[in-house]
């Protein structure tokens, strides 16, 4: 019993202390998207930058993000679109003043999922993680 | 985007606080989120609300304007409301309507501005997405000269008083049609060309503007530095309201180094048939601006701007210095000063602040 314990307790103080999405992002989709992965970098930061506005079939792409201070669109925004929040939320002002939809915001991974899942051509992120149950997953990031 | 203050057309009367007035303040309370919305929906300030294909958003303005000769008012300067849709490649409709110039009190001596406000169509268009790349415009938008026109909301820019380059001595709006080429890597130059082929589509009322143009056509270049840094060259035919025919040429920046953000434009518009014999031939502008970010949401900016207009022979010189406070990047609270340094005022000397919200 002792040697058990002493092993539940070695295990874990060496389990990995990070968040989640330490173990990298994934980028889910609606099933109804007919785009074959994987999706390139280049093309997530066209796409959450809104200059590819419409999947190759020609639907709409729905862009999904987090909110402003959580801790994985943080590292979403500087791994996958290379950019600064502050430089970014400007940018999204600026192109929805002239027209452009800035992606659609939800509070948690489970509503992220449930939107990505119910909406037709959405797009989003998750932990690596997490179940992507019900949705398509196009790409990893590390 | 006050650039009213020295409104030549400016009306002038007694009012008091109106019904108008009321209504509107009570609106723009109504349209802030709180923070239980926030929670709720995902909401964030600055991205409207969506709803299927729709997107619902708008900004205001409120302006307190004391220029040391003049009018001193308290105004709404700006409470826009648009909505914008995304249906599929064909039908992208996009709708702006806009109550501008509502004076909630004032004092001083009588102008020529009442401050009754007006209610203005700012854009009515749908845009044809006719690949990844090329956008077809149709209806009325605004002209893309310089920058600061095409992303003039009270919140996005740099001043509460606009530099009157950005604004006059041009068609700021066009009714007609437009072609859009972007680069979906952002790394090429973009393109817009774009045609009126008579008058503007629901004109803004002479009290409100200084000039209504007509045959517009034109076109910008812009050649992108980073994400929100760029040049850009500004091409525009058009004609007066006294038939003057006119062509102008027009180059503009934004360049960020570290804190320091730079940018400016300058035009220069030949003045054609039409000018009559004591009125220049050409016209020019130029302003040039800095602003410094002390930390997230503080930064100081100044301007300096020489304007000629095609009324005076000569130049006016104002200086601006500010201080703005940005608690979040849709909303900015501006106070600044304004000096005229020499020739005709275009903006007058004295003190201006402005509270802004993109909701």
Redesign the interface.
């Known amino acids: 019993m002792i040697r058990l314990i002493s092993v539940l307790a070695i295990l874990f103080v060496c389990a990995p202390m990070g968040p989640a999405w330490a173990e990298g992002l994934l980028i889910i989709a609606n099933p109804s998207v007919t785009f074959a992965p994987p999706l390139t970098l280049?093309e997530i930061e066209?796409i959450y930058?809104l200059?590819?506005?419409?999947w190759p079939d020609?639907?709409?792409i729905v862009p999904v993000n987090r909110?402003?201070s959580s801790e994985i669109r943080a590292r979403f925004t500087e791994e996958a679109l290379k950019?600064d929040n502050?430089?970014?939320?400007?940018?999204?002002?600026?192109m929805?003043?002239?027209?452009?939809?800035?992606?659609?915001?939800?509070?948690s991974e489970p509503?992220m999922l449930a939107f990505v899942r119910r909406v037709p051509g959405a797009i989003g992120y998750i932990s690596a993680s997490t179940a992507a149950d019900g949705v398509k997953v196009l790409s990893h990031v590390p | 985007m006050s650039k009213r203050e020295a409104g030549p057309r400016r009306r002038a009367g007694p009012r008091a606080y109106g019904l108008p007035t009321l209504l509107f303040a009570a609106a723009i309370s109504a349209c802030l989120p709180t923070r239980s919305a926030k929670a709720d929906s995902g909401y964030e300030l600055g991205h409207g609300y969506t709803v299927g294909p729709f997107n619902f958003a708008g900004y205001g303005e409120i302006t307190l304007a004391a220029p040391d000769e003049g009018r001193k008012t308290v105004s709404l300067e700006d409470f826009s409301l648009f909505v914008t849709g995304h249906v599929n490649r064909w039908l992208n409709p996009f709708v702006e309507g806009e109550l501008t110039h509502l004076d909630f009190t004032h004092s001083g001596p009588s102008g020529s501005d009442h401050g009754d406000g007006s209610f203005v169509l700012e854009r009515l268009y749908n845009d044809f997405e006719l690949t990844d790349s090329l956008t077809f415009r149709l209806g009325k938008m605004l002209t893309p000269v310089g920058s600061w026109n095409v992303i003039h909301g009270a919140p996005l820019v740099l001043t509460t008083v606009r530099p009157a380059v950005t604004y006059r001595n041009f068609s700021e709006y066009l009714t007609g049609a437009s072609l859009i080429y972007t680069d979906p890597d952002g790394d090429n130059p973009g393109l817009e060309v774009y045609w009126q082929p008579d008058r503007e589509f629901s004109e803004r009322p002479n009290s409100i503007t200084f000039d209504q143009y007509k045959m517009v056509e034109g076109l910008h270049l812009t050649i992108p530095l980073s994400l929100l840094d760029q040049i850009g060259f500004s091409y525009q035919r058009s004609q007066d309201s006294r038939n003057i025919n006119q062509s102008l040429f027009g180059l503009d920046f934004k360049y960020t180094i570290d804190k320091l953000t730079l940018q400016g434009e300058a035009t220069y518009s030949f003045l054609g048939d039409g000018a009559s014999g004591h009125q220049p031939r050409a016209e020019a502008a130029a302003y040039l601006a800095g602003s410094y970010a002390l930390d997230d949401i503080w930064s100081v900016y100044s301007w300096y701007e020489g304007f000629s207009s095609r009324d005076y022979a000569a130049v006016s010189h104002d200086l601006l210095a500010g201080v703005a406070f940005h608690p979040v990047p849709a909303m900015s609270i501006k106070v600044e000063y304004l000096q005229n340094i020499g020739g005709p005022p275009v903006n007058p000397t004295g003190l201006f602040a402005s509270w802004s919200i993109l909701f």
């Open positions: 280049r066209a930058l200059r590819i506005t419409n020609g639907s709409h909110e402003a950019q502050a430089s970014l939320a400007a940018y999204w002002n600026e929805h003043f002239q027209g452009k939809m800035p992606p659609v915001v939800q509070e509503a």
